[in-house]
Structures are given as structure tokens and as C-alpha cells.
């Protein structure tokens, strides 16, 4: 397990991490350790509990032979030079050189000056700082605002190709002058193109197309990642996009997936088996500048606890695809899996192969700290049914929309669930209790064999034979064409909807404390081969406003609103949005290819489900994202 501190539930993202690991970072690292190693013995300062990380993620820095920490309860602990010693010690070091394990190291370096022997000469992390221009706030180097990072799956291989897609939300918060620094990464980990991309300088759309980076840099065919860093940003540190992935030269594959969660996890779930004549492969992509060992990733059934080690190490920023039969023979849908994946990589994405079409769709964190939350089974009557998992039924003539509920944190034993059904009218439609299904269950619930209508499904807790529940409630939901071959899925997690009492959390905001009760949602175009839809749903856990307010307002590239559409969905309800019919072709032609949809409700939290479709049959499906 990798020796790092990456996200908090309560704190959010880990600043130290995203600054350590940062591809500049990590070559400014390459150049300390040489100064540190022809400096002589090394000892370490650590002010901010920052050196277990740093040796960590850097394998180049010579080890130190002394660390010292001036917090009384750390003396003595284990840490990267043996067992801490106090601060007052310094003065006896044998080291010739001290390096201050700490950002903005100016004031730390003036106070333990008179500490000193005069032989040792003092660096610091300041060492590692990224460029100046490429801080959103240079006064405060571990400000959350200056490493808005984060990866993407990104190809362009003759077969299939991916479309990044998002907007310039950090605009609405008053930020000017945003700019992408852009780095791809081929399949071994070596750098392809590095460039910057201005956003619009409104709240336009962002489109970074790998066919056209792939003819502006003359790329040979690749398959690797993209590292995103977001320049001059507010309000959100967390790059959200879209990705979607089409083929090209008679490959009928079209897919969507979504932001990648910048912080590495122990564990990730909701790995479906490959089910019959299907090939499912899980993409390994190493997030840091040191490589992965052999035997350091696994991947498990749910629930066995009788891990298989990958035997295979993966370079520094490469790319490995693990065929998932290969490591567990014989385990078919719908047993589901998980992957421990030692810190090593951010949310992981995978790829089924059926009938010559590829989809592809992520895995999601698997929580180590949750226990069970004894509250939940009592929650008062004011948050009605309480957490809840809103997905789309989609039109049962042409699709089988089927739901897998997954355990999502390592001591998940349980899940207590029920399923209810809705019309788009909101009207109740049915309902099925599930149990307590156990961690290793092999439940995927065809909504057709319910009889469900078009509309939606919402996974609800149920405790009406015991078991206990923790918040953290996901499922995967897969939806099969009847006219042909074509597969979409997507996953994600419960929340509480729409009630005007909170319970800790929840109900969630975009931004602020709960309760969250409004919606911006981002719904791109289609690119002029399919069309683009969503699927929105008005879920409520009490009873709350019985109809929507939503506004749909098309935005220009630039990030002008040029045409605007109401609409009211029903509490409970559902309905599917199709911007082509809604605003017609030449306004969408006047959007222009990065244009989007900008969904608005004041009144109420709508979820949301998008994707395209084209004139063949294929599809995609995907949760949105909001900001």
C-alpha cells in the first residue's frame, strides 16, 4: 500500500497530495534528489507530517538518516529515517544537509536557524514548486485552487477515438482568464504533447478532441491519459467533464464516462464479470511518477476476500489493460468485482467488448472509513424515505434496463434494500423488496420482469427484516437495446432528495452547506453524428414542490445564452430531454460544436442521466455532472 494521505470525508481532497504528485512536481523531484545526493547525509525537518508522502510518491530522494518533528507526541514514531526525533536535537545532526519537508518555508527556515550547526546547509519543498504562471493563488502555494488536476482515458487508435467536454464553470464564480495545461501520456508512460488550451472567456464549452490532437501534434495512434490542470480558476477545484468515446472506420462503438476523482482510493467496486461473449478489461493507469510492483494491485470477487495479485509492474504514467478473465477464470456475470489497487491509480476505467462494440464505463471509490450508521434505521418521518438511488427506466419496447446494487465500503456486510417504481407522471408503479443482500450477492434485477413503465427506479433502504446501512449506497445500472447488440451502463450513489431537513450532509449542494435544493446541470451537444438526450428525474425522499421550475438555456461555444425552454416534471417523476427537438437545428447550429444545454432549477434538486444516440441504434448513458 502506497504510504499516502489523498481525501478526507470531511476535508475533502488532500492539497499536500495533488502537490507532491504533480507530473512537474515529480521532475523537480528528479533534480533535488541528485543535489541531495551529492550533498552528503541527509536529515529531514518535518513540519507539516509531509515526509512519509513525499518519499513515498518519490523513490529518487536519497533516504534520510534523521527526521525530526517538533510535536511531542510524534517523537518516537516510525517514519522514512527510523523513529522521530525531537526538534531540540537538531543541533547534534550529523547530516551535512537538512531539508525542511514544507511549502512556503521561509518563516519555518528563519525560526530553527539558531538551531543549527553552522555546517549544514538548508533546502526545502520550495524545490518542487510549480512555475508562477501556473498558480491560481501564488500566495498561498497549497491553496486547494492551485492544483484543480485530474486525469482522463484518453485515445485516438484507429478504432476509436474520445471527445472531452465541459464548460467553464469556474467563471460563474468570478473567475477570469482560465487556462488548461495539458499534458498526454502514451501507453508506456512516456509524454506525447504537452500545450495549453484558453478556455472562452465566458462561461463557454470546452472540447478537447483527441482526432485533433492527435493532427496538431502529428501523433502516431495512442492510447494513454490526460493529465488536466486547470489555470486561474474559482469556486471548484475538482475538473469535471464528460468523455465521450465513438468508433471510427466502421467500429459502431459509442460510450460515455465521466471525471476520473483526482484522488487515489485503497479500493474500488462495481467491476461487473464478463457476462457470456464478452470481454471485460480493466484499464490500470499508474497516477504517479513512480511505478506500480508487481503484485501490488488485486483484484477480488465481492465479498471472497481471496485476492490475485497482477503480476506485472506498470511504469510511471503508463497504461496496462488486465484482461479480468484472464486473472479470475470463470467468474461470469453477475458476479461483481473489486480492485485493490494500493493507492496507486485515481478512479479506474473499464472497458466490455460484445458483438464488435466496446463501452466503457469506471469503477467507484470503495470507502475504508465507513462503518454503519446506526441513525439511518431511525430516521424521522420529515426525511420520508430517506436515501435513495434514482436511475432511469428507460422505454421497455426498445430497452432492458437492469440494476445491480454494489457494496461500496470495505465493511458493507449488508445491504437492506427495495426497489420502487414511478411513472414520468410520478404516479408509484411497483415495488420490490430485495433483502439483505449480502456483500457477495450476484442480484442484477431486470426491471421488466416488475412490469415497469417507462419512468424511473429509485434503490431505497429497508429494514423490515434488520441489517444495517452506512449512506454510501450504489448500484450499477446496465441498459440493453432489443433491436441490436448495443450496451450502455453507468454507475453512482444515493443521496437524499428534496427535503427541507437535513441529516448531517444531506440533502447535498452544489455549492454551500444542505440543504441542497436547486439544480445546474451541464448536458453537451451532440456533434452533429447522434443526438444528445437526457433523462432527468425529480426524486424526493418527502414530499416537496409537486412540480419542477427547470429552465433548459442553450448556451453558444462563447457561453451565451442564446435560447431558453421551461419545463415542469412532476414530483417523482421523470422526462426525457432531446435538445434537437426542443431548440431545432439552427439554433443548435448557432451553439456551436462546444454549446451545451445549462439545466436550472431554483426550486428543487434534479438528477440527471446523459448521453447520445445515433440513426443505427447506438447509444450511451452516463450520470451528469453539476457545478
Not at 541527509?42 to 533516504?63: K, Q
Not at 493507492?343 to 466496446?358: F, K, S
Not at 434494500?417 to 442484477?444: C, I, S, W
Request: contains cysteine; proline residues 7%; hydrophobic residues 45%.
Amino acid at each position: 500500500m502506497l504510504d499516502i494521505r489523498t481525501y478526507d470525508a470531511r476535508q475533502g481532497g488532500n492539497v499536500l497530495y495533488k502537490a507532491l504528485a504533480h507530473p512537474l512536481a515529480a521532475e523537480a523531484a528528479s533534480g533535488l534528489g541528485e543535489a541531495l545526493r551529492a550533498a552528503g547525509p541527509l536529515a529531514v525537518y518535518d513540519p507539516d507530517n509531509a515526509a512519509r508522502m513525499l518519499f513515498a510518491l518519490h523513490d529518487g530522494l536519497p533516504t534520510p538518516s534523521e527526521l525530526y518533528v517538533h510535536d511531542v507526541e510524534l517523537v518516537g514514531e516510525a517514519g522514512p529515517a527510523g523513529k522521530a526525533r525531537a526538534l531540540v536535537e537538531i543541533g547534534r545532526t550529523q547530516a551535512s544537509t537538512l531539508l525542511v519537508a514544507s511549502f512556503d518555508a521561509e518563516r519555518i527556515v528563519s525560526r530553527i536557524a539558531p538551531m543549527l550547526p553552522t555546517h549544514v546547509t538548508v533546502l526545502t519543498l520550495d524545490r518542487l514548486r510549480l512555475p508562477e504562471a501556473m498558480l491560481t493563488q501564488p500566495r498561498t502555494y497549497l491553496n486547494r485552487l492551485n492544483f484543480a488536476t485530474n486525469f482522463a482515458f484518453f485515445r485516438d487508435d484507429g478504432a476509436l477515438s474520445t471527445r472531452l467536454v465541459t464548460a467553464n464553470y469556474w467563471n460563474a464564480y468570478g473567475a477570469t482568464g482560465v487556462c488548461l495545461w495539458l499534458r498526454l501520456y502514451d501507453r508506456d508512460g512516456a509524454v506525447l504533447a504537452t500545450w495549453e488550451q484558453p478556455a472562452p472567456a465566458g462561461a463557454g464549452g470546452i472540447v478537447i478532441d483527441s482526432r485533433a490532437v492527435r493532427e496538431r501534434f502529428g501523433l502516431p495512434a495512442f492510447c494513454g491519459q490526460l493529465f488536466i490542470h486547470a489555470i486561474g480558476v474559482a469556486g471548484h477545484d475538482v475538473v469535471k467533464y464528460a468523455l465521450d468515446t465513438f468508433g471510427v472506420d466502421g467500429n459502431e462503438s459509442l460510450s460515455v464516462t465521466h471525471d476520473a476523482n483526482a484522488w487515489p482510493s485503497d479500493r474500488y467496486a462495481n467491476l461487473p464479470a464478463p457476462a457470456a461473449g464478452e470481454q471485460v478489461t480493466l484499464w490500470v493507469q499508474n497516477s504517479h511518477a513512480l511505478p506500480i510492483p508487481r503484485g501490488a494491485i488485486a483484484l477480488d470477487r465481492m465479498g471472497a476476500e481471496a485476492p490475485v495479485a497482477f503480476d506485472q509492474a506498470v511504469p510511471p504514467f503508463a497504461s496496462v489493460a488486465i484482461d479480468v478473465a484472464t486473472q479470475l477464470p470463470g467468474l461470469q456475470w453477475p458476479a461483481q468485482i473489486e480492485l485493490r489497487s494500493g493507492r496507486h491509480i485515481v478512479r479506474p476505467r473499464y472497458e466490455v467488448m460484445r458483438a464488435g462494440r466496446t463501452r466503457i464505463a469506471h469503477m467507484n471509490v470503495e470507502r475504508a472509513d465507513l462503518v454503519a450508521d446506526p441513525g439511518i434505521p431511525t430516521l424521522p418521518e420529515t426525511l420520508g424515505r430517506g436515501y435513495l438511488l434514482p436511475f432511469p427506466v428507460l422505454d421497455p419496447a426498445r430497452f432492458r434496463s437492469i440494476v445491480q446494487p454494489a457494496p461500496m465500503a470495505e465493511r458493507q456486510r449488508t445491504l437492506p434494500l427495495r426497489v420502487d417504481l414511478f411513472d414520468v407522471q410520478g404516479e408509484p408503479a411497483g415495488q420490490r423488496f430485495l433483502g439483505g443482500l449480502p456483500r457477495n450477492h450476484d442480484l442484477a434485477l431486470d426491471l421488466a420482469d416488475l412490469d415497469a413503465p417507462e419512468g424511473h427506479a429509485e434503490l431505497a433502504y429497508d429494514f423490515r427484516d434488520g441489517g444495517e446501512a452506512d449512506g454510501w449506497l450504489h448500484a450499477l445500472v446496465r441498459y440493453e437495446s432489443r433491436q441490436g447488440p448495443h450496451v450502455a451502463e453507468t454507475s453512482f450513489g444515493a443521496h437524499i432528495f428534496n427535503t427541507a431537513m437535513i441529516y448531517r450532509d444531506e440533502p447535498q449542494s452544489y455549492s454551500g452547506p444542505p440543504p441542497g435544493l436547486s439544480t445546474r446541470l451541464f448536458l453537451k451537444l451532440g456533434d452533429g453524428r447522434q443526438r444528445s438526450f437526457c433523462a432527468l428525474i425529480y426524486a424526493a425522499s418527502a414530499p416537496w414542490r409537486a412540480t419542477s421550475t427547470t429552465l433548459l438555456v442553450l448556451h453558444d461555444s462563447a457561453g451565451e445564452a442564446i435560447a431558453e425552454h421551461p419545463v415542469a416534471i412532476a414530483c417523482s417523476g421523470s422526462m426525457m430531454v432531446w435538445p434537437d427537438a426542443i431548440f431545432g437545428p439552427a439554433l443548435l447550429d448557432r451553439a456551436g460544436p462546444a454549446g451545451y444545454v445549462l439545466i436550472r432549477d431554483t426550486t428543487c434538486r434534479l438528477f440527471g442521466y446523459h448521453g447520445l444516440m445515433d440513426d443505427a441504434g447506438a447509444f450511451s448513458l452516463d450520470h451528469m455532472f453539476g457545478f
